[in-house]
């Protein structure tokens, strides 16, 4: 598979986004796709390589988002594509979790391999975030015979009913399908740059965990909680970062009431911040973990929920699926788990992470309009505001500043209601990476002559 003559000049854009071929295409797509689906820019794309993309008018951008935190091994990846080519020639499928096929079967047990945890360990797998929550969430009521589960403010799981009562990331995930799936508490998370209790850490007492504390003497009984959900960087809210000593306090918590630990690492898992699992960063040991997104590197819809044996106890019949852990899918993975650890990835991304954040930490010093500059590995996101002293969110600036990143052939994503996430494919090499800060900054300059 040679690399597209089209990759050579990448990022070029020849025709404004969306061209001609691109509106005809989102014209259709108006017609018979469901108003439901979330977009963002017009970007109709037929062909990617590495981290570069090609629309349908022939513009070449250079993907900072890795197609929606997907591909952490790039766009056709020749390795996935021709694991994936091999597979299919053979067989397809084969009854899902029915009847039994190798590759899910290694697949399962590489993953209880390099998941946290000195422990015999279990695999559901579905076919996505949300499912791989699903599972989490059933698995967590199954074992404890316990009705409650605690969330936090500003996670997203997922828009499946279990997964979206558990989210609160915008009123809109959740608005006209109530009721919801009872039992459910929201919790303060702990998004420092905008504490709220108007607290500044350190030396905020933490109390956001006082709340959690407070709230179990009034309002919930704590020995009816079955878990503990979280995002160990919640990501859709646009990387927000708990202070080291957060997620210790409480797994306590969770050790004193035996509550379930349920480490949600469908953004965050497989390297991207810089080790293998997010929640490494803090030393605590999950329960349950739940994977999707970059692990089969977008070659087929793979989710997959990994818990401790001594919990993932329920019986046959209990929980299943169709399509979870589809042969394509599992062969895909595999060999996307053997790239992560033969290019040593993770590694890569915790210093490429480091570098390119102290670089976006200078450019945000001397901005108008970045209030905040967050990351771990290689997802980072920049917090725009109107005012640096008042924190006014920026979500006009940050549209602009999208918008304007787009024109020169750069694709980032929005976080939250005014931050932009940058999550590069692992492989980019550090010149791509330092090219797409460069045009990123000359967006940032262009749109501050209009603040």
Known sequence: MPK?????????????????????????????????YTRSEQIAAEEGWGCYVRDLDGNSLLDLSSGMFVLNYGYSNP?????????????????????????????????????????????????????????????????????????????FHGR???????????????????????GVSHMPFPYCYRCLFGESYPGCGFRCVDFIKDYLKKVIPPEEVAAVITEPIQGSSGYIIPPPEYYTIIKELCDQYGWLFIDDEVQTGLGRSGKM?????????????????????????IGATIGSARVMDWEPGAHASTFG?????CVAAVEGLKI?????????????????????????????IIGEVRGKGLMIALEIVRDKKTKQPGGKERDMLISEAL?????????????????????????????????????????????
């Open 4 to 36: 597209p003559a089209w990759v050579k000049d990448a990022p070029k854009v020849i025709k404004k986004i969306p061209g001609p071929k691109a509106r005809e295409l989102v014209s259709r797509d108006e017609r018979v796709m469901s108003p439901s």
């Open 79 to 155: 390795r996935l594509v021709n694991a994936v080519i091999k597979q299919a020639k053979k067989l397809t499928h084969f009854a899902g979790t029915d009847f039994y096929y190798p590759s899910q079967v290694e697949l399962a047990d590489r993953l209880t391999k390099i998941t946290p945890g000195n422990f015999s360990k279990k695999v559901y797998f579905g076919n996505s975030g949300a499912e791989a929550v699903e599972a989490a969430f059933k698995c967590a009521r199954w074992h404890t015979r316990r009705p409650r589960m605690i969330a936090f403010t500003g996670a």
């Open 160 to 182: 499946t009913f279990g997964a979206m009562s558990l989210t609160t990331t915008n009123v809109l995930h959740q608005r006209y399908f109530a009721p919801l799936v009872p």
């Open 277 to 301: 699992f997010a929640i490494e960063h803090w030393g605590v040991t999950p329960d349950i973990i739940c994977l999707a997104k970059a692990l089969s590197g977008g070659m087929a819809p």
């Open 325 to 329: 852990g589809n042969i394509v899918a």
């Open 340 to 368: 992560l650890d033969e290019q040593k990835l993770t590694k890569r991304a915790a210093e490429l992470g480091d570098k390119i954040l102290k670089r976006l930490k200078e450019i945000g010093d001397n901005s108008k």
């Open 407 to 451: 024109d020169r052939g750069l694709i980032v994503f929005r976080g939250g209601n005014t931050s932009i996430r940058i999550a590069p494919p692992l492989v980019i090499s550090e010149r791509e990476l330092d090219l797409g800060i460069d045009i990123l900054e000359k967006s940032l300059r262009e749109v501050e002559k209009k603040c």
